[in-house]
Nanobody, 120 residues
Framework: QVQLVESGGGLVQDGDSLRLSCAAS????????IGWFRQAPGKEREFVAA??????SYADSVKFRFTISRDDMKNTVSLQMNSLMSEDTAVYYC???????????????WGQGTQVTVSS
């Protein structure tokens, strides 16, 4: 099992940057794919980015603005978000899966989420 805790959310303005962190506890963290998802009010939770080993994947809406990275020695995954826009406002969740996937239903473990609000 993996327990996940997100941090780093907050209120920023259009064009600002923010860095989210996901701290994990549990065994064999490095074997899990870690994904970031987000959910805006009234919308479904959507894929943002994922990483396993040195392989990454991004949603088109965040490609070239967001960067996902991980430190398996520290059991952490980060999401660097640059050039933020109001459309990025959402609760951001990190999640863990034993599969390499962008599919929300394949992620068995979830954090509690952290709010990101981008003011225009």
């Amino acid at each position: 099992q993996v327990q996940l805790v997100e941090s780093g959310g907050g209120l920023v303005q259009d064009g600002d940057s923010l860095r989210l962190s996901c701290a994990a506890s549990g065994q064999r963290f490095s074997s899990y794919s870690i994904g970031w998802f987000r959910q805006a009010p009234g919308k479904e939770r959507e894929f943002v980015a994922a990483i396993v080993g040195g392989v990454t994947s991004y949603a088109d809406s965040v490609k070239f603005r967001f960067t996902i990275s991980r430190d398996d020695m520290k059991n952490t995954v980060s999401l660097q978000m640059n050039s933020l826009m109001s459309e990025d406002t959402a609760v951001y969740y990190c999640a863990a899966s034993r599969r390499w996937t962008r599919n929300r239903s394949d992620y068995a473990y979830w954090g509690q989420g952290t709010q990101v609000t981008v003011s225009s």
